[in-house]
């Protein structure tokens, strides 16, 4: 059934609710999308990273993003959700829970998460003692920090101090010091971030993500195609070699 935003779904965004449960130096300095922008001169091609600070695997493949834009030439657009509100509409649950009492299948898991980190050479990873976190106030935090025009600063922090120096980003306060030591006006933010229009835009970025087959983050969009979990990044890659391929043809 195509979910609807209607007052049932609204009032999700209003509680607390579970996030799901997953900076690199290679991203300093990087051109963060934002999907609202309009596109860059270069590759025509939409590819989208749907994402949730509370995954940890949104944050893992975030890592790799950079290399797939470099060899390809495509800038990704981000664009930020609410997993709780995806998982609601979707009746998903995080692995957190959908694993519990399941032998030997989380034990696997935890190794193919090894497995990637260790591919992709990453060593900034840490696991967040405060898992799950509440991701509602950071994910608004991200839909203000576009209107206020620092989503890129904004989404390195929130990874940092969610999965590199982890903290309970669920905690205003703690919120509130961690965005200030990354030199955002996190007053400002907080603030912006309880306006009527930031909670509706992030309802209609959920709500959209859902109505176009999302189930989790993180998700891709190449074009129309989806494509979901950090694993499946090659196929995301190959996806775009061959749609620009394919455009080039047409042009």
Do not use: C
């Amino acid at each position: 059934m195509t979910p609807r935003i209607d007052s049932s779904f609204l009032e999700l965004y209003e509680e607390d609710q579970p996030g799901h449960g997953y900076r690199s130096p290679v991203r300093d300095g990087r051109r963060i999308t934002d999907a609202r922008e309009e596109r860059p001169v270069g590759n025509p091609l939409k590819v989208e990273f749907h994402f949730d600070f509370g995954s940890p695997n949104a944050y893992l493949a975030e890592l790799v993003i950079p290399s797939i834009e470099q060899r390809t030439g495509v800038k990704f657009d981000y664009v930020p959700v609410l997993l709780g509100g995806i998982f609601k509409a979707t009746g998903n649950m995080s692995p957190a829970d959908s694993l519990r009492g399941i032998k030997n299948k989380p034990e696997y898991m935890a190794l193919e998460t090894e497995r990637f980190i260790r591919r992709h050479n990453i060593t900034t990873y840490r696991p967040n003692p405060f898992f799950p976190v509440i991701t509602l106030m950071l994910m608004r935090g991200a839909v203000a920090a576009q209107f206020e025009g620092v989503f890129e600063p904004y989404v390195r922090a929130a990874f940092h101090h969610m999965w590199e120096e982890p903290k309970k980003m669920d905690d205003v306060e703690v919120v509130r010091a961690a965005l200030k030591s990354s030199g955002l006006d996190a007053d400002r933010l907080i603030a912006r971030a309880q306006q009527d229009d930031v909670k509706k835009r992030l309802i209609e970025l959920t709500v959209d993500a859902v109505n176009r087959g999302a189930f989790g983050s993180p998700t891709f969009f190449v074009g129309k195609e989806m494509f979901f979990g950090k694993d499946q990044l090659r196929d995301v890659e190959e996806s775009i070699v061959e749609q620009t391929r394919q455009l080039a043809k047409s042009a």
